[in-house]
T-cell receptor, first 113, second 110 residues
Framework: GDSVTQKQGQVTLSEDDFLFINCTYS??????LFWYVQYPGQGPQLLLK?????NKGISRGFEATYDKGTTSFHLQKASVQESDSAVYFC????????????FGAGTRLKVIA | EAAVTQSPRSKVAVTGGKVTLSCHQT?????MYWYRQDTGHGLRLIHY???????EKGDIPDGYKASRPSQENFSLILELASLSQTAVYFC?????????FGKGTRLTVV
């Protein structure tokens, strides 16, 4: 079936460190891929989106590249700030007549000042 | 700005009692979803709907019912609440790709 895997449950970094959050997916279709961010006490919100047509998404200093060969969609940021502390979800959507979303388990990022 | 409003924001329910979580969206979106969030499990789909008066089962529908009386409103119903249903519940809506989430309802069953 369709699935998204985030193996890192929690990542702790210092300010200005490089961020890398791993995400791999499995599907038989051509998905649109997303990263959502959830700040404390709030619902998830869209961070960036990538389709198979454009391969890369960039938003607020975050970047993710779609790699069909490795079925990966890792999230990166060159220099994190304390305000980036949140939970990050990788997700995909498949259009099978209805829009079906599949979310990863989430990676909690803690940035220490 | 797309808006999804959930009520209540938090609730304590007794085991065996009935609980109704409400969701209202002003986005004119066709699709609405109910997810539950538990630590380590991310977001799991309970029920969803793509048109008023029709609901579909998601990945974990057992113990839950859903109702979509209008395009704007989507409710999640726990007929007999159980301890295992303690979680944070999110409602969401979408027109096609980007999903808009509410702020969540923290449900504690005691």
């Amino acid at each position: 079936g369709d699935s998204v895997t985030q193996k890192q449950g929690q990542v702790t970094l210092s300010e200005d460190d490089f961020l890398f959050i791993n995400c791999t997916y499995s599907t038989t279709t051509y998905p649109t891929l997303f990263w959502y961010v959830q700040y404390p006490g709030q619902g998830p919100q869209l961070l960036l989106k990538v389709t198979t047509a454009n391969n890369k998404g960039i938003s607020r200093g975050f970047e993710a590249t779609y790699d069909k060969g490795t079925t990966s969609f890792h999230l990166q940021k060159a220099s994190v700030q304390e305000s980036d502390s949140a939970v990050y979800f990788c997700a995909l959507v498949i259009n099978t007549g209805n829009y079906k979303y599949v979310f990863g388990a989430g990676t909690r990022l803690k940035v220490i000042a | 700005e797309a808006a999804v409003t959930q009520s209540p924001r938090s609730k304590v329910a007794v085991t065996g009692g009935k609980v109704t979580l409400s969701c209202h969206q002003t986005n004119n979106h066709d699709y609405m979803y109910w997810y539950r969030q538990d630590t380590g499990h991310g977001l799991r789909l309970i029920h969803y709907s793509y048109v008023a008066d029709s609901t579909e089962k998601g990945d974990i529908p057992d113990g839950y019912k859903a109702s979509r009386p209008s395009q704007e409103n989507f409710s999640l119903i726990l007929e007999l609440a159980s301890l295992s249903q303690t979680a944070v519940y999110f409602c969401a809506s979408t027109l096609s790709t980007e999903v808009f989430f509410g702020k969540g309802t923290r449900l504690t069953v005691v």
